[in-house]
Nanobody
Framework: QVQLVESGGGLVQAGGSLRLSCSAS????????MGWFRQAPGKERDFVAG????????AYAESMKGRFTISRDKAKNTVYLQRNTPRPADTAVYCC???????????????????WGQGTQVTVSS
């Protein structure tokens, strides 16, 4: 079992910096593939980025490449999502998720993730 808690959201100025954290508890976290998703108002939940357990394999949605950076610190049981120069279009609820330990690589589909955090609201003002 893995419990996930996101933080770092809130009101952000466009062009500033945004760094979200996902803290995990549970003895299997270091073996879990992790992902970040986001859901804007009135839209479906979209995959943003994923990372494998060792941190050397990452995946990004095509539209997110070059805009977001995912990383993890296994010693701190934390996964990060960095966005430089956020724009108002990045306004959304951001959720982190973990795959079952039987999987070794990220997937872009939300159904491929077993554990979910509650999400953190990010509002980017212009």
């Amino acid at each position: 079992q893995v419990q996930l808690v996101e933080s770092g959201g809130g009101l952000v100025q466009a062009g500033g910096s945004l760094r979200l954290s996902c803290s995990a508890s549970g003895r299997t976290f270091s073996s879990n593939v992790m992902g970040w998703f986001r859901q804007a108002p009135g839209k479906e939940r979209d995959f943003v980025a994923g990372i494998n357990w060792s941190g050397d394999n990452t995946a990004y949605a095509e539209s997110m490449k070059g805009r977001f950076t995912i990383s993890r610190d296994k010693a701190k049981n934390t996964v990060y999502l960095q966005r430089n120069t956020p724009r108002p279009a990045d306004t959304a609820v951001y959720c982190c998720a973990a795959r079952s330990t039987i999987f070794r690589l990220p997937t872009t589909t939300s159904s491929g993730y077993t554990y979910w955090g509650q999400g953190t609201q990010v509002t980017v003002s212009s």
